[in-house]
């Protein structure tokens, strides 16, 4: 995979890593940090959770971007705004990685040749990079918070890095 220059993040990803204070993992191995529009508008839509929502006002190295137009390649998925959004923004960039948990969204990414990442392997990068020390307490929190990923797939994920 080429060097990630730039993570375009969707509202999941933000909501959950904002509600356990950890959405410096969005930065980890460096990459700029993009959210479009239409995902800070999605996020505001959730139901209130004030910390998520400080955290993500607090997280200046945040760039919001424009939304860019959507193609109709996208529009033919039929995603939510916020996915939509994202891969038309990463559509073009190929220094770039999505950080979407929709698994249409992914297939979407996928299919159109886009690298993608859940909330779930960016915590596992993390490990492997060793900017946390363990990955279960952070997918605990993460899936209390609302994460919905099965017992069976976080336990293969953490398997992966060792847990």
Known sequence: MARVVRRIVDASPLILLGKI?????????????????????????????????????????????????????????????????????????RDCEVILDDRDAKRSAQTLGITARGTLGLVLLAKQLGEVSAARPLVDQLKHNGLYLTDQVINQALALVGE
Request: negative net charge; charged residues 20%; glycine residues 10%.
């Open 21 to 93: 204070a950890r959405l410096d993992l969005l930065r980890v191995g460096g990459p700029e940090v993009v959210v479009p529009g239409a995902v800070l508008e999605e996020v505001g839509g959730h139901e209130p959770d004030e910390a998520a929502a400080q955290e993500i006002v607090l997280a200046s190295w945040i760039r919001v971007a424009p939304s860019a137009p959507i193609p109709s390649s996208i529009q033919a998925w039929d995603l939510g705004a916020g996915e939509t959004a994202v891969l038309a923004l990463a559509l073009d960039d």
